[in-house]
């Protein structure tokens, strides 16, 4: 205590000493489980944030980083004045205006709003600046505990993840045949790194909003390092919870101003940054085993379903390339015992296919049901030998209804009723909504229908979805 209190009364000082007023009120900030503390410091109408460091490298990092990111205009806090120990400093107070709870709506509901998307976007916007303006003339010594990512850095945080989340699961693995996958995926994270600053810790909460515009902190750990990085920590943040669309719609944002600053070729640039949300994903979990696990603080275990559903998302295409990893994943992302850890409380919304005269399915919730729409004043593809043998999941019966495009005005119908229904049912916290598309033999356009409101739904709203073709004999998780 006596420590703190004497580190207090420093900052006081060095406030004083710099604005020539009396620290009249000190506020303590909310640190989001960093290490350092910071403060509100308020003297007459003056108005500045101290920071007390644990590591003198580490500060310097951040204000060494931060003078030269000012000096190419990137907007980040200004350094005022720091101790002669460089253990505390005086920075420009930015507000209280948090990206990360400015967008609390949309990560509490999985619904984000059109200006909360556009504040998502405007500051993935400004990415690609701080990537290559920021490393202009860096020198990258300064940076700390590392100056580039680098191998030991990647095999680091996969070992972080084996040892600190894989093997507490109690999952039983083979550990060479893991090893050998982890050091594949090694030397493809790390076979181009560019002359770019990797951020390292891109996130909401490290952003702050000051006139409309993003301000960025915390950047005390970014080093020489991939694009790619930076782009996967934000849009794939586990507990943010955005859906598909916004996903693709921050990327392309993202991508058109890259494209200021370098030649981009889109497929290339998805495919490598689908190596690095794999790469995040894993470096997260361990980042929550460890916490949870070890450290003994549930909260964290909390949100492990969170990371757990983006990389089933990401495992739909599987890591082919290291087959023996993508096996252990698949596993581990349908294990029961994380069901446990937090109660998913999101909408579900089971989509059924099915033929008419076979009967309505039943609604085994309970709920009484939902929409039932009638398919069978589209165009049929079964009435037409060639088409028999195929259902509504084969590219023949898909291009027959779609040549014929009656199913594209039925479907937005479908898509306007059904988008108001989850949006209400989610502000209600209602758990469950059954939607059932039926035709003459529940095999063509009904199936077409489940599954293209199944991957419309899932691309705009958090929730869990349920497809049911109920003639075919197939139920599937989206």
Same mark, same amino acid.
């Given at each position: 205590?006596?420590?703190?209190?004497?580190?207090?009364?420093?900052?006081?000082?060095?406030?004083?000493?710099?604005?020539?007023?009396?620290?009249?009120?000190?506020?303590?900030?909310?640190?989001?489980?960093? !290490?350092?503390?910071?403060?509100?410091?308020?003297?007459?109408?003056?108005?500045?944030?101290?920071?007390?460091?644990?590591?003198?490298?580490?500060?310097?990092?951040?204000?060494?980083?931060?003078?030269?990111?000012?000096?190419?205009?990137?907007?980040?806090?200004?350094?005022?004045?720091?101790?002669?120990?460089?253990?505390?400093?005086?920075?420009?107070?930015?507000?209280?205006?948090?990206?990360?709870?400015?967008?609390?709506?949309?990560?509490?509901?999985?619904?984000?709003?059109?200006?909360?998307?556009?504040?998502?976007?405007?500051?993935?916007?400004?990415?690609?600046?701080?990537?290559?303006?920021?490393?202009?003339?860096?020198?990258?010594?300064?940076?700390?505990?590392?100056?580039?990512?680098?191998?030991?850095?990647?095999?680091?945080?996969?070992?972080?993840?084996?040892?600190?989340?894989?093997?507490?699961?109690?999952?039983?693995?083979?550990?060479?045949?893991?090893?050998?996958?982890?050091?594949?995926?090694?030397?493809?994270?790390?076979?181009?790194?560019?002359?770019?600053?990797?951020?390292?810790?891109?996130?909401?909460?490290?952003?702050?909003?000051?006139?409309?515009?993003?301000?960025?902190?915390?950047?005390?750990?970014?080093?020489?390092?991939?694009?790619?990085?930076?782009?996967?920590?934000?849009?794939?943040?586990?507990?943010?919870?955005?859906?598909?669309?916004?996903?693709?719609?921050?990327?392309?944002?993202?991508?058109?101003?890259?494209?200021?600053?370098? !030649?981009?070729?889109?497929?290339?640039?998805?495919?490598?940054?689908?190596?690095?949300?794999?790469?995040?994903?894993?470096?997260?979990?361990?980042?929550?085993?460890?916490?949870?696990?070890?450290?003994?603080?549930?909260?964290?275990?909390?949100?492990?379903?969170?990371?757990?559903?983006?990389?089933?998302?990401?495992?739909?295409?599987?890591?082919?390339?290291?087959?023996?990893? !993508?096996?252990?994943?698949?596993?581990?992302?349908?294990?029961?015992?994380? !069901?446990?850890?937090?109660?998913?409380?999101?909408?579900?919304?089971?989509?059924?296919?099915?033929?008419?005269?076979?009967?309505?399915?039943?609604?085994?919730?309970?709920?009484?049901?939902?929409?039932?729409?009638?398919?069978?004043?589209?165009?049929?593809?079964?009435?037409?030998?060639?088409?028999?043998?195929?259902?509504?999941?084969?590219?023949?019966?898909?291009?027959?209804?779609?040549?014929?495009?009656?199913?594209?005005?039925?479907?937005?119908?479908?898509?306007?009723?059904?988008?108001?229904?989850?949006?209400?049912?989610?502000?209600?916290?209602?758990?469950?909504?059954?939607?059932?598309?039926?035709?003459?033999?529940?095999?063509?356009?009904?199936?077409?229908?489940?599954?293209?409101?199944?991957?419309?739904?899932?691309?705009?709203?958090?929730?869990?979805?349920?497809?049911?073709?109920?003639?075919?004999?197939?139920?599937?998780?989206?």
């Amino acid at each position: 205590m006596a420590k703190n209190g004497y580190g207090m009364e420093a900052l006081k000082k060095l406030f004083e000493e710099y604005t020539g007023r009396h620290a009249e009120s000190v506020e303590e900030l909310n640190s989001s489980g960093s !290490n350092r503390r910071y403060f509100r410091i308020k003297g007459g109408n003056t108005s500045l944030v101290g920071v007390i460091g644990t590591n003198r490298d580490e500060n310097f990092a951040f204000i060494d980083i931060g003078r030269h990111f000012i000096e190419k205009g990137i907007r980040v806090p200004r350094v005022m004045a720091v101790s002669d120990d460089g253990m505390r400093y005086i920075q420009e107070d930015l507000g209280n205006d948090q990206l990360y709870n400015l967008v609390s709506q949309g990560r509490e509901s999985g619904e984000y709003s059109s200006y909360e998307c556009r504040l998502l976007c405007h500051t993935m916007e400004m990415l690609p600046k701080i990537q290559f303006k920021g490393a202009e003339g860096l020198d990258w010594s300064i940076c700390y505990p590392e100056p580039e990512f680098n191998k030991q850095m990647v095999m680091f945080d996969l070992n972080y993840f084996k040892y600190c989340f894989l093997k507490a699961t109690g999952m039983d693995f083979n550990e060479v045949k893991l090893q050998e996958d982890f050091e594949r995926l090694q030397e493809d994270l790390v076979k181009e790194t560019g002359n770019t600053f990797m951020y390292r810790d891109f996130q909401a909460r490290n952003v702050m909003m000051k006139d409309g515009e993003p301000y960025f902190i915390d950047y005390q750990g970014g080093r020489k390092g991939p694009i790619y990085y930076d782009v996967a920590s934000f849009i794939w943040q586990a507990r943010a919870r955005y859906p598909e669309a916004l996903r693709k719609e921050m990327v392309q944002t993202y991508l058109s101003a890259l494209k200021g600053y370098t !030649n981009v070729d889109e497929n290339y640039f998805l495919s490598r940054l689908r190596l690095f949300v794999l790469f995040r994903s894993l470096q997260v979990l361990g980042a929550y085993g460890f916490r949870g696990y070890f450290e003994k603080k549930p909260h964290f275990l909390a949100s492990v379903p969170f990371a757990l559903s983006n990389l089933r998302r990401l495992l739909q295409t599987p890591f082919d390339e290291y087959p023996y990893l !993508n096996e252990i994943l698949t596993k581990l992302t349908t294990m029961s015992q994380f !069901n446990d850890i937090v109660e998913d409380k999101r909408l579900e919304v089971r989509i059924c296919s099915f033929a008419y005269k076979k009967g309505i399915p039943a609604d085994t919730t309970g709920n009484g049901g939902g929409y039932v729409f009638d398919c069978r004043a589209i165009n049929n593809p079964g009435k037409y030998e060639h088409y028999r043998q195929f259902t509504g999941l084969d590219k023949e019966v898909i291009k027959f209804l779609e040549d014929d495009g009656g199913i594209a005005k039925f479907l937005d119908s479908v898509y306007k009723l059904v988008d108001t229904h989850v949006k209400t049912y989610i502000e209600r916290k209602f758990t469950h909504l059954q939607v059932c598309f039926g035709c003459t033999g529940g095999q063509h356009r009904s199936v077409y229908c489940a599954e293209h409101l199944a991957q419309h739904l899932s691309e705009k709203f958090d929730i869990k979805i349920t497809i049911m073709h109920r003639e075919l004999d197939i139920e599937k998780i989206l």
